[in-house]
């Protein structure tokens, strides 16, 4: 076994005296199994006459203790061996790597030092060692830097996040450090350990999965690597592997079965064919609630709109009824919507199964074939409501799947739908969901009155009621939208006045940037921005994160708000004949707006 206490004068005889690598000490050669006690620099040299799927760039290294004795020498002893190259001067710390203690990115590196500047490298070793932790055996790694490269980054046998079994690769094609020190624009692939046989869904960084297998090999231990990497035209150049510490280095075979099963279960075909899973549509999760929400933000989430709300609200603006299911969907903690659930939602009661299923599957169908729209379900794939040209958009986008009386049926089933949801006579739509919200008002107001203390069990029943009408008034605002762009299309209204139209609609976004644009210019104070705002927050299923504080918005520079001014639309008597001819056209019995 090697003496690690003597070391120095090791590393001193094969380094300084011949610069490169061209011998193997024995006793390194036998640490297979005591790798993990070597420094940074010594697992480099361990595996560079050992691995085949990457090179090592040229190793020169030496102990703080020879630098403070010698350090004249090994500056000449730089300049010979690297001649006009360009450098990174690099900690192997006896307190980085270890098996229990990694402290990656702890210690300076210091990158692009000329080869044949004596004071650049004086100057940038003693940055180093400056910020070692100061005892004689900490080393100084030096080795070409690496210019010209496709990719970069670090990657692991295990994920570091879970535990679980993925080669993880996070690469950056900006800058060898982007990835490394966890900033710039980075991106992450995921393998499964038990696929090793299938191509990554990157082929391009197949060489890292290589190279960690390999690694892998060598490590008699069967210890968790991370590696740093770069890949450039030649291949990989290893720049760094160290030893992962995790709590269970192999999941549990049942837990892997459950979850495959729980996939298997979710993903079964029905009437209406296999499910497609989205995190742009329908409520929009992605934007709605993160990639990643908190459990107690889906909990709410679920409880409140996705569990049930979503579907009865729908049901009672006269679409069909569906089996009890909960839109959103948990896999691992990323949440997706079941396109399935969603699109069966969208048809109107009067139509049969069997065409309700037919039309489903053509709208899968079509996001099958057009991962593009994801985001744009409601308009580029769902007909959801009644517009001009209904049944001619139907033909074009999908032939022949509903016959001649089936289309009449949907056709008349969505024209209800459309018109009970707006007309103010109707006991569904807005009429329906602002009479709910009227009630949940008195119902807050008696509360009030009657307690100081009110259970957490009060607020949910009455956000679960409020959800309700909200769905109602989220599923309006789709038809809203629609009938815009149908005006437009038909050449009813300008592109311009459409624009005008929805910048005079009072949301709570429009409001909150025009009051937090006079909040900036001190024609609101504060406390008074804080009574109608101060309840927002980035995402308000997630009760833990804070709020919109008017002061940060005070410290927002006033090109960063721009403010809105909602004027009231006013119809011209030119654009209300044409609407009025174009409702009656239709036997819609709507009655055009005359002020916004």
Not at 26 to 32: E, I, Q, R
Not at 199 to 204: G, N
Not at 219 to 239: C, K, R
Request: charged share 20%; glycine share 4%; net charge neutral.
């Amino acid at each position: 076994m090697l003496k690690f206490g003597k070391r120095e004068k090791w590393i001193s005889k094969v380094y300084i005296d011949d610069g490169l690598r061209s011998e193997v000490s024995p006793s390194v050669a036998s640490v297979d199994r005591a790798w993990l006690s070597l420094s940074k620099a010594q697992k480099l040299i361990w595996r560079q006459n050992k691995v085949s799927s990457c090179r090592i760039l040229p190793i020169f290294t030496f102990t703080v203790n020879e630098w403070l004795q010698q350090s004249v020498e090994i500056l000449n002893r730089i300049s010979n061996q690297f001649d006009q190259e360009e450098l990174i001067v690099r900690s192997s710390s006896t307190e980085e790597d270890c098996r229990y203690l990694s402290n990656a990115g702890a210690f300076k590196s210091i990158l692009n030092v000329s080869a044949q500047s004596e004071s650049a490298l004086h100057n940038a070793i003693q940055q180093v060692i400056d910020s070692m932790p100061g005892t004689g055996k900490d080393e100084v790694l030096i080795q070409p830097m690496v210019t010209n490269f496709l990719y970069a980054g670090v990657a692991s046998t295990h994920c570091l996040v879970h535990e679980s079994p993925y080669y993880t690769i996070e690469y950056s094609s900006k800058d060898t450090f982007s990835a490394t020190a966890g900033r710039g624009n980075t991106h992450c692939v995921y393998h499964v350990r038990s696929a090793l046989d299938q191509q990554l869904c990157m082929p391009e960084l197949q060489p890292v999965l290589i190279t960690l297998k390999e690694l892998e090999s060598l490590n008699n231990e069967d210890t968790p690597l991370e590696i740093e990497w770069a890949l450039d035209d030649s291949g990989i150049v290893l720049f760094q592997v160290r030893a992962l510490k995790l709590k269970a280095n192999k999941p549990c075979p049942e837990i892997l079965k459950n979850v495959h099963a729980s996939l298997l279960l979710k993903s079964q075909p029905d009437a209406c064919g296999a499910p497609i899973y989205s995190c742009m549509s329908d409520w929009n999760p992605a934007e709605l609630l993160g990639r990643r929400p908190r459990p107690l933000a889906l909990s709410l989430f679920s409880h409140i709109i996705s569990q049930s709300n979503w579907y009865k609200s729908r049901q009672a603006m006269g679409y069909q009824s569906i089996y009890k299911q909960n839109l959103a969907v948990n896999f691992g903690g990323f949440v997706y919507i079941d396109a399935r659930a969603s699109f069966a939602s969208l048809i109107p009661n009067s139509l049969a199964k069997k065409d309700a299923n037919s039309l489903v599957q053509a709208w899968l169908g079509r996001l099958k074939s057009s991962p593009e729209l994801h985001d744009k379900v409601e308009f580029d794939i769902v007909q959801s409501c009644y517009i001009p040209g209904l049944l001619d958009s139907l033909e074009s986008r999908y032939p022949g799947v509903l016959s001649p009386a089936s289309q009449l049926s949907w056709q008349l089933g969505l024209k209800e739908i459309t018109v009970n949801a707006i007309h103010q006579n109707k006991q569904s739509g807005l009429p329906l969901a602002k009479r709910i919200l009227e009630n949940l008002e008195q119902n807050w107001l008696i509360q009030a009155a009657s307690s100081k203390d009110t259970e957490a069990s009060f607020f949910l029943e009455q956000s679960k009621v409020g959800g309700f009408a909200f769905s109602i008034f989220a599923r309006c605002a789709f038809i809203a939208e629609e009938w815009i762009r149908s005006l437009v299309s038909t050449g009813v209204l300008s592109e311009a006045r459409s624009n005008q139209l929805r910048q005079s609609v009072g949301t709570i976004t429009n409001r909150l940037i025009d009051a937090s644009t006079r909040l900036r210019n001190g024609l609101l104070d504060p406390q008074t921005w804080s009574l109608e705002f101060g309840y927002l927050r980035p995402s308000n299923f997630d009760i833990c994160s804070l709020p919109i504080n008017a002061a940060d918005i005070t410290r927002q520079s006033k090109s960063t708000i721009a403010h809105t001014g909602n004027s009231a639309f006013q119809l011209s008597a030119v654009e209300d004949r044409k609407i009025t001819a174009l409702l009656n056209s239709h036997k819609l019995a709507i009655s055009p707006p005359v002020s916004g």
